[in-house]
């Protein structure tokens, strides 16, 4: 693990201050194990993405937790009625890239996946806000501060959901029409490598 912090230095945050952050259970933070992903992937992702280790939460816990970091300060859209259902963190190791791909702003969601490597993909929303959060927290550092990036979650509408634009205002998520480009909205990606032999249930 100390390899990965050489090479990813402010762009990754150990395991154990990531738990300290979100209030997880210190006793699971050792089935982690060690960063799986290979030295010389690390050092493509210097300077474009972060490391991070994830531990199971949802979107509603990490709001609740930082509520100041978010923009919607009173009750958002989401929250209004039961028409989003975002997929929780899972338990594992991710590499998120820190700002959507500005070149890739007028692209489709379905073109955008087809030239990506299989083991990427579009971030959730609570991949996103976990990330945002917890690199600011320890690092005072803004990710997806100047574009949302879209996500694989869905309003049950039928509209894309959206996260980013992370300025002093904080964190907005935002839906938008499916199929529609927007010139504030462009891609990230994110790798996982989730742990399933873990109770997700813990901490």
């Known amino acids: 693990m100390s390899e990965a912090q050489k090479i990813m230095g402010e762009s990754f945050v150990d395991p154990i201050t990531t738990a300290i952050c979100f209030g997880i259970d210190r006793a699971v933070v050792d089935?982690?194990?060690?960063v799986p992903f290979s030295h010389d992937d690390l050092r493509r992702y210097v300077g474009t993405h972060v490391l991070f280790a994830g531990y199971p939460i949802?979107?509603?816990e990490i709001r609740k937790r930082y509520p100041h970091l978010f923009a919607a300060k009173e009750r958002p859209w989401?929250?209004?009625g039961p028409i989003v259902d975002f997929m929780p963190l899972s338990y594992g190791w991710y590499i998120l890239r820190k700002d959507p791909l500005s070149e890739d702003i007028a692209c489709m969601t379905h073109e955008y996946v087809n030239l990506i490597p299989r083991s990427h993909f579009l971030p959730t929303v609570c991949e996103i806000a976990f990330a945002c959060t917890l690199f600011y927290s320890v690092r005072n550092m803004r990710l997806f501060k100047n574009a949302y990036g879209r996500t694989v979650d869905r309003a049950r509408n039928g509209e894309d959901v959206a996260a980013g634009d992370f300025d002093e205002a904080g964190l907005g998520i935002i839906p938008f029409h499916a199929?529609?480009?927007d010139s504030d909205?462009?891609?990230s990606e994110i790798r996982r490598?989730?742990?399933?032999?873990?109770?997700?249930?813990?901490?």
């Open 58 to 60: 949802t979107f509603t």
């Open 31 to 34: 089935l982690l194990g060690d």
């Open 185 to 187: 909205v462009g891609f």
């Open 78 to 80: 989401y929250e209004a």
């Open 179 to 181: 199929g529609h480009n």
């Open 193 to 203: 490598h989730r742990i399933l032999t873990v109770d997700q249930t813990q901490g």
